[in-house]
């Protein structure tokens, strides 16, 4: 009989305790964080499987997001310019997740530190948040255009035409 009280003790503590443990934070602060997002580039070089996809765009202006702000382990003078620029990635990497966006086209940064705070480096950007939607196969009349659109890619395209019932089906490899 003890043992039954004990057991149904210990289940009751241990349910009341529960959601204590879910909500506690971590105590210790962030000493390194990588962190990254996707921006568009205007040139594309290689396709593994040609796909297509629109851009919705989220908003018709460009937004500002930030400041968002990184410590400095040392002065600034001390540091590089791809420390810099991996904190930028940072920051694009958080404007991305303040849109709710899947990239930010044509992003402008600017990153600073303030002479009364020179162990902070503070990073704005300014963009277009697009979120990929309508992702299709490329075709070949697709795949020729961007062969227009950069003339330089240089593009190798494979197009099967078997299928059941008449349908097409297309393969394109881009080089």
Same mark, same amino acid.
């Given at each position: 009989?003890?043992?039954?009280?004990l057991?149904s003790?210990?289940?009751a503590v241990?349910?009341? *305790?529960?959601?204590?443990?879910a909500q506690k934070?971590?105590?210790?602060?962030?000493k390194?964080?990588?962190?990254?997002?996707?921006k568009? $580039?205007? #040139?594309?070089?290689t396709?593994?499987t040609?796909?297509i996809? @629109?851009?919705?765009?989220l908003s018709?202006?460009?937004e500002t997001?930030g400041? &968002? &702000?990184?410590p400095?382990?040392? $002065?600034i003078?001390n =540091?590089s310019?791809?420390?810099?620029?991996?904190?930028?990635?940072? !920051?694009?990497?958080?404007?991305?997740?303040? +849109? @709710?966006?899947? +990239?930010i =086209?044509?992003?402008?940064?600017?990153? &600073?530190? &303030? #002479?009364?705070?020179t162990?902070?480096?503070?990073?704005?950007?300014?963009?277009?948040p697009v979120?990929?939607?309508?992702?299709?196969?490329?075709?070949? !009349?697709? =795949?020729?255009?961007?062969g227009?659109?950069?003339?330089t890619?240089?593009? $190798?395209? *494979?197009?099967s035409? #078997?299928?059941?019932q008449?349908?097409?089906g297309?393969?394109?490899?881009?080089?």
């Amino acid at each position: 009989m003890k043992s039954r009280i004990l057991l149904s003790l210990a289940v009751a503590v241990l349910a009341s *305790s529960a959601p204590a443990f879910a909500q506690k934070k971590d105590p210790n602060p962030k000493k390194f964080e990588r962190a990254e997002a996707r921006k568009i $580039s205007p #040139e594309v070089r290689t396709f593994v499987t040609p796909q297509i996809f @629109d851009m919705k765009m989220l908003s018709n202006s460009r937004e500002t997001f930030g400041p &968002y &702000y990184f410590p400095l382990d040392q $002065s600034i003078g001390n =540091i590089s310019i791809g420390e810099i620029r991996n904190d930028e990635m940072r !920051a694009l990497y958080r404007a991305c997740q303040e +849109a @709710d966006a899947d +990239a930010i =086209i044509e992003p402008l940064f600017d990153s &600073y530190v &303030y #002479e009364k705070d020179t162990k902070m480096l503070i990073v704005e950007l300014s963009g277009f948040p697009v979120k990929y939607t309508n992702f299709r196969p490329a075709t070949k !009349a697709e =795949i020729d255009m961007i062969g227009v659109v950069y003339p330089t890619t240089q593009t $190798s395209v *494979s197009v099967s035409t #078997e299928g059941q019932q008449g349908q097409q089906g297309q393969q394109g490899i881009v080089k």
